[in-house]
C-alpha cells in the first residue's frame, strides 16, 4: 500500500460520496491507495452512506465507526492507527481541502526524500477579519512561550511518511492538540500555501466559543507559561506593597494615623482577589488534566471498523 487519506467525517452525508469520486478521478490508477473514513458520531446518514462508499469500493474503503461524538482530534488519531500506506494524508470531508493537491504532496514526498512531511498553510483566509486576526495572536503568543515552532496558519491537511506518523501515534496524551503534536514530533516538513475552498455542504462546527476553547487546550498542553504568570504577578505586586508599606510607615510616623483610604482598601482587596482566583484556575486546568489523562481513558471508543477487502 503506498498511500493511506484518512478522512475525520461528522455529519457530512452530502459530501463523502462526491469526495470519494473526487478522489477517484484524482488518483485514477497512478498509485494504490486506501481511504480510511472515520464516523465520528454523526447524527445524520453519514454512517450509511460510507457502508454504501465500502460496498462499491470495497478494496480501497476502510470505515472506523465511532461510539460518539469524540472530536476531530481523536478521529484523526483513529484513522492515522488504521492507516497502512506509505504516506498518509488527513484531509477533511467536506472538499475545502483538495485531494488534487494532497497528490502533489505525495508526489513532493517522493521526488524529495530528504522530507517527511507535507503541510498546508492557509496564507490568506476566506474568513472574518476579527477572527483571523485572532488566529494570528494565537499563534504570535504559543511561539513566544513554547520552544517548538508552530508555522502560522498551518493546517491539519497534510501527508506524512510512515516514520513521522509512528512518532505521532507514539503521542499518548488524551487532550490531543495535533498542531502542536505535528510541530512537537519535529521531523522535516515542507510548507505548501492553499486557500481553503468553500465547504462542499453542511456547515462548520467551529463556532467562535469554540475556537477559543480550542486555543486555550493548545496553550495549555504545550505551554506551561499560564503557571509562570503567577509568580511573576505575585513577584511585581509583593515588591509594590512593600514600597507601599514603607510609604505608609513614613507617612504614620511623620504625620500620625490618617484613616482615610477606603477605597484604595476596598480595591486593592478586590483585585488581588481577583487575581488570586485567576491563578488558582490556571492551577486548576493543569491539576485537571493531570486529572484526566491519570484516569488512562481511551481518546476514542470505536463500535465498528470494515476492513478493506484484498483482491482475489
Ligand atoms: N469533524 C469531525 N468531528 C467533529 C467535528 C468535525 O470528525 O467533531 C470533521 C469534519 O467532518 C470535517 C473536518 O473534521 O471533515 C473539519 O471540520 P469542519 O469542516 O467543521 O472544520 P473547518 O473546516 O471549519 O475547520
Ligand atoms: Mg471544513
Known amino acids: 500500500m503506498k498511500w493511506s487519506l484518512v478522512v475525520p467525517c461528522y455529519n457530512e452525508e452530502n459530501n463523502v460520496r ?37 460496498e462499491a469500493y470495497p478494496q480501497c474503503v ?10 476531530k482530534e481523536a478521529a484523526m488519531y483513529a484513522g492515522l492507527q488504521r492507516a497502512e500506506g506509505d504516506y498518509v ?4 470531508a467536506d472538499l475545502q481541502q483538495r485531494p ?32 483571523s486576526l485572532c488566529k494570528k495572536m ?5 511561539n513566544a512561550a513554547c520552544e517548538i515552532d508552530f508555522k ?11 516514520t513521522m506518523v509512528e512518532a505521532v501515534l507514539s503521542m499518548r496524551e488524551y487532550h490531543r492538540f495535533s498542531k502542536g503534536i505535528f510541530a512537537w514530533v519535529g521531523f522535516n516538513t515542507h510548507y505548501v500555501p492553499y486557500v481553503a475552498d468553500e465547504r462542499l455542504s453542511g456547515k462548520s462546527t467551529w463556532s467562535f466559543k469554540k475556537l477559543c476553547k480550542y486555543a486555550f487546550d493548545g496553550i495549555i498542553s504545550f505551554t ?26 513614613v507617612q504614620k510616623l511623620a504625620f500620625g494615623i490618617d484613616v482615610p483610604g477606603y477605597t484604595t482598601i476596598v480595591l486593592l482587596i478586590l483585585l488581588i482577589g481577583g487575581l488570586q482566583m485567576i491563578m488558582l484556575g490556571i492551577i486548576g486546568e493543569y491539576i485537571a488534566r493531570i486529572y484526566i489523562q491519570g484516569k488512562h481513558r481511551p481518546v476514542f471508543v470505536a463500535k465498528e471498523y470494515i476492513d478493506s477487502k484484498t483482491e482475489e
Open 18 to 54: 462526491r469526495f470519494m469520486e473526487i478522489c477517484r478521478e484524482a488518483i485514477g490508477d497512478s498509485m494504490s491507495y486506501e481511504v480510511v473514513f472515520v464516523n465520528d458520531g454523526s447524527r445524520d446518514n453519514t454512517w450509511q452512506k460510507l457502508k454504501a462508499l465500502h
Open 62 to 71: 476502510k470505515l472506523i465507526n465511532f461510539a460518539r461524538n469524540f472530536g
Open 89 to 92: 494524508t488527513v484531509i477533511d
Open 100 to 131: 488534487e493537491i494532497a497528490l502533489d504532496m505525495v508526489r513532493f514526498l517522493d521526488a524529495n526524500p530528504d522530507y517527511d512531511c507535507v503541510a498546508a498553510y492557509q496564507d490568506t483566509r476566506r474568513e472574518n477579519k476579527f477572527i
Open 138 to 142: 494565537f499563534y504570535k503568543l504559543i
Open 152 to 162: 502560522a496558519g498551518a493546517s491539519d491537511f497534510r501527508t506524512m511518511r510512515k
Open 224 to 249: 506551561i507559561f499560564p503557571l509562570h504568570i503567577a509568580t511573576v504577578v505575585g513577584t511585581v505586586m509583593s515588591i509594590g506593597a512593600l514600597l507601599y508599606g514603607i510609604v505608609v510607615l
